[in-house]
């Protein structure tokens, strides 16, 4: 018997270098050009299929060593005493910390606790031990009363000493105004008060932070990594010129800030990002004259990510950014339920947001290395690129006279809709996929349960000045609209709008556009009738008739499509289907298809929304 010891090591291979691997991917390659294996970010940062290891590089300095993130869940119940009940739970059963959703803020999605009066936050911070080891990070709504003096005031009452709550005020005017396209006034008339404010709680003796660089609403509308770190980066500047012209010292102002990052489904984009953030403050910490350190960065799952259709999926995007975003040193983060775009969670949706982050700290120990990324090529380029690109951006909104300057000229509303443009194209095209929504729907899902609340719906705040907004969207949006139109047509008439799969030939041929038919069809509601495949036209159209289907699609392989795919098409023409569509690229045989009847064709690369629209227009059509 072989001992273990005498077992070949990965030692005892040769070394391989890059170029040998690079000449295993010229064979395979053929001749193509080696930049078809490059990929690019929305900002246009090239992303290579492979990286050398970062010589000399060192950790970024975030947590503390082997210092778990704070686990923090949303209290948005609009009843105080409801959301009360909640943030017992969820303190009890493992969470770390509170974020509290106001109604009408940039992250309350349609619901949030109605006000900030006094009041409310007794009856929300009933029982709540606030001293007891816990964060609580507010996010107070411009024009909807004062959260942080309220809450400060609760907390004197209670005799607590202000220096050992754990508090993050997450005062945010400017974000909110970008997200609302709207401000009472210039902020230069804003900017004393706020400072006011602000000095006012250090005086009384909270640590803080106080004011929040928030960068949700540039990602929430679509935006790019660089065009999210530029934004939360000059909201940092603006808020730090204020405090310090509030006669705050520049250190303690330094101290007053945080900053809050979204995390997405793209784990090395999130992860580069979060740490670009922290070399750009340092460099921000080193203009100014400080000594760089720490800055607490909150993280928060993509809302734009979730999806209506399929919530469960939203669980393993969840995780991956959650996971992404701890192993970036993210301080906090906040995992968003998986069926918050349904409507208002319920205790199960919660509890999964919660375990997500326990289960990744407590089984998979990933607060137990600092920046693991630290060294890798691929992290270590993006991060770089990331911190060089945004530096670039946060300079041009400099130029043009600072954060709300630019929100009033327009500066970053139209970088951000370019990039929402492209993103939702690839998402039409289905480039970029979301799995439930525009691949792989499951038209007999279950109703999701969620809470018996209605979204809270409150009068805009006064504003004199408006510019437009940063508006948030969810990418399945449009194909969420058909699955809903789908969904109304079955209840109206009992039966979905449905479309026959006529495959031609035998199942090699066929299956994999029958395949892909199915998935483009129903992902707009439209529910496939797949068939065992014919070459006989007649029993083709005969079986696509009885089926009771309004559209056909005819499926196979190119072969085939020469040989019979026409005299298939007059066939289901005779037989009275109007409609009738052909999974893949016709090329040279384009016009013989449609004079036989094809009206139109859907392969990789389609506008699923734009066809699938018209496919409904159709169904209308006598």
Request: proline residues 5%.
């Amino acid at each position: 018997m072989t001992s273990p010891s005498d077992l070949p090591l990965a030692s005892d291979f040769p070394q391989a270098s890059f170029d040998d691997w690079r000449k295993l991917v010229d064979g395979v390659l053929k001749g193509a050009p080696f930049e078809k294996l490059v990929g690019k970010t929305y900002d246009g940062l090239k992303i290579e299929p492979i990286y050398r290891r970062a010589t000399n590089a060192t950790p970024l300095p975030g947590r503390a060593a082997a210092a778990p993130w704070q686990i923090m869940q949303r209290i948005d119940h609009p009843d105080a005493a409801k959301a009360n009940a909640i943030a017992l739970a969820e303190l009890e059963n493992g969470a770390t910390g509170l974020e509290i959703e106001f109604a009408g803020g940039p992250g309350a999605r349609g619901f949030g606790v109605l006000d900030a009066t006094p009041e409310t936050l007794k009856k929300l911070f009933d029982g709540v031990m606030i001293d007891a080891g816990i964060a609580i990070a507010l996010n107070p709504v411009i024009g909807r009363g004062n959260a942080g003096e309220s809450l400060a005031a609760l907390i004197e009452a209670r005799r607590i000493d202000p220096a050992q709550v754990d508090i993050r005020f997450n005062y945010q005017a400017l974000s909110t105004m970008a997200v609302y396209g709207a401000a009472p006034s210039v902020w230069q008339d804003m900017a004393p008060p706020f400072a006011k404010v602000v000095g006012g709680l250090i005086g009384r003796g909270f640590k803080g932070p106080f004011v929040l660089a928030d960068g949700r609403p540039v990602h929430d509308a679509g935006g790019s990594e660089v065009q999210e770190l530029a934004f939360a980066l000059s909201l940092a500047i603006a808020y730090l010129r204020m405090l310090e012209d509030g006669g705050i010292a520049l250190d303690a102002a330094r101290d007053a800030l945080s900053f809050r990052l979204v995390a997405d489904a793209d784990q090395f984009l999130t992860m580069a990002k979060f740490r670009a953030l922290r070399l750009l403050w340092a460099r921000v910490e080193q203009a100014c004259g400080l000594t760089p350190k720490p800055v607490f960065i909150a993280a928060e799952t993509a809302w734009r990510m979730l999806t209506q259709r399929d919530s469960d999926v939203n669980m393993l995007r969840a995780t991956m950014a959650t996971f992404a975003a701890g192993l970036a040193g993210a301080n906090a983060i906040t995992v968003l339920p998986h069926t918050l775009a349904c409507g208002l969670p319920e205790a199960f949706a919660r509890r999964v947001a919660r375990n997500t982050q326990l289960i990744l700290l407590e089984e998979s120990n990933l607060a137990k290395v600092s920046d693991p990324a630290a060294g890798s090529g691929g992290i270590e380029s993006l991060t770089q690129e990331l911190s060089s690109a945004s530096w670039t951006l946060f300079q041009e909104i400099e130029k043009s006279g600072g954060i709300f300057a630019a929100l009033q000229q327009g500066l970053i509303q139209g970088k951000v809709a370019a990039t929402r443009s492209a993103r939702e194209a690839n998402v039409a095209r289905r480039k970029d996929v979301l799995t439930g929504a525009s691949e792989f729907p499951n038209l007999r899902e279950a109703p999701v349960a969620v809470e018996d609340v209605k979204p809270v719906v409150l009068p805009a705040p006064a504003a004199t000045i408006s510019f437009a907004p940063l508006s948030a969207t969810r990418l399945a949006t449009p194909f969420e609209r058909l699955r809903d139109r789908s969904d109304q047509i079955l209840e109206e008439t009992g039966k979905r709008p449905r479309v026959f799969l006529a495959n031609l030939g035998r199942a090699s041929d066929f299956t994999a556009r029958a395949t892909f038919a199915k998935s483009f069809f129903e992902s707009g509601g439209i529910e496939a009738i797949d068939s065992e495949g014919s070459s006989d036209a007649s029993a083709l159209a005969a079986a696509c008739k009885a089926s009771g289907a309004g559209f056909a699609c005819l499926c196979s392989s190119d072969k085939v499509y020469a040989e019979q795919a026409a005299e298939a098409a007059r066939a289901l023409q005779a037989a009275g289907i109007k409609h009738i569509y052909l999974a893949g690229r016709p090329g040279e045989l384009e016009a013989a298809l449609k004079g036989a009847g094809v009206g139109a064709f859907v392969f990789a690369g389609s506008n699923a929304p734009a066809v699938l629209e018209e496919a409904y227009r159709k169904a209308e059509q006598p």
